[in-house]
């Protein structure tokens, strides 16, 4: 009876010990992480809340920018929000970015394209590559805009590394 008590014991923690571990999803490369380590723009947070947490921190718009972090709002879909990297822009509506997290859990995807769709020409509607289906995404995806660095940082950080 003793054994099988011990036994039972250990079984239970073990158990306890397996769901107090973080889950995959969160070991895994999130694009807020992504994004502070690949861009000059260091904010902490949810990716839902980077535009506001900008205000006042850095300069903040509605036309692309390579190295500014575009902050897609928070929705059903996306109830943390987004952010990427722009790593180039094609033209005022077309533009490639990096980031993570967005076709698979913990995908870095690189200079992949984002497509402004809104009717204003804002980038308040985005459509991103998606690779599970080979295209730009089904839908698009509300975004608040542009959090460009600071370039006194950006030039700052860029000695340093030289």
Not at 16 to 32: D, E, F, G, T, Y
Not at 97 to 106: C, D, E, L, Y
Not at 117 to 127: E, N, T
Not at 143 to 151: C, D, L, Q, R, V
């Amino acid at each position: 009876m003793l054994h099988m008590l011990r036994t039972l014991v250990a079984a239970f923690l073990a158990l306890l010990s397996i769901a107090a571990l973080p889950s995959a999803a969160q070991a895994r490369l999130q694009c807020v992480t992504y994004a502070r380590q690949v861009s000059d723009v260091q904010l902490s947070g949810n990716a839902r809340d980077w535009w506001g947490h900008a205000e006042g921190r850095y300069d903040r718009g509605h036309a692309p920018r390579a190295g500014a972090v575009l902050a897609f709002s928070a929705t059903r879909a996306m109830p943390y929000g987004h952010v990427a990297v722009v790593s180039k822009v094609v033209d005022e509506r077309h533009i490639l970015i990096s980031h993570a997290n967005w076709s698979r859990p913990g995908m870095v995807e690189r200079g992949v394209m984002a497509v402004d769709v809104s009717p204003a020409g804002d980038w308040s509607q985005v459509r991103v590559w998606y690779a599970p289906t080979r295209s730009l995404g089904l839908r698009p995806s509300a975004a608040s805009g542009f959090i460009y660095p600071n370039t006194e940082t950006a030039e700052a950080d860029t000695a340093a590394k030289s």
